[in-house]
């Protein structure tokens, strides 16, 4: 046999170790340097606008402010069984419970004159916003009753406020 056939016959295997070592650190340089772009620009975003290079005065919005208070608290009944509340699970109130909304100075215990009164303050200013604001005692019921007709009166911002005073 000649040297050539010697050689041809022979196998030869090439390393792979160093062209995955290689292949990793290319990777690992292009992540490194990639940018990506960014979307600070075309993000809509509610910023402060009296801080920063633009300090033009930011004029205050006037909300509509519902403020819902219980007059009277009622009793709690069973709705399964129809009975007193026995503490466990879910509970309603009867017909006793009265809760007042009151819109500025005007008062009332109507939730279908809150929606009328609201949808007349929506038609004189449609950018105003709205604020609901619950007092000690309100269950969500009470505020879910008001948010439809404040929906229903088509306020866009709607604003939840809440606390302890009587």
């Given amino acids: 046999m000649s040297i050539l056939q010697d050689i041809a016959s022979k196998e030869e295997k090439m390393e792979m170790t160093p062209m995955i070592d290689v292949t990793f650190l290319l990777l690992i340089f292009f992540m490194c340097t990639i940018k990506f772009k960014t979307l600070e620009g075309k993000l809509s975003a509610y910023l402060p606008k009296d801080v920063g290079t633009n300090t033009t005065e930011a004029e ?8 819902l208070t219980v007059l009277q608290e009622g009793n709690k009944l069973d709705p399964l069984e129809g009975g007193p509340w026995t503490g466990q699970g879910r509970f309603e109130f009867d017909r006793t419970r009265v809760v007042q909304y009151q819109v500025g100075p005007r008062k009332t215990t109507n939730l279908p004159e809150l929606a009328e009164r609201l949808k007349a303050l929506h038609l004189a200013d449609e950018e105003r916003g709205s604020t609901i ?12 009753g008001v948010l439809d007709a404040v929906i229903g009166a088509e306020f866009d911002d709607i604003t939840f406020v809440g606390s302890f005073e009587d």
């Fill in 133 to 144: 604001d619950a007092r000690k005692g309100i269950v969500y019921g009470d505020v879910v």
């Fill in 60 to 67: 205050p919005k006037e909300k509509v402010e519902i403020k």
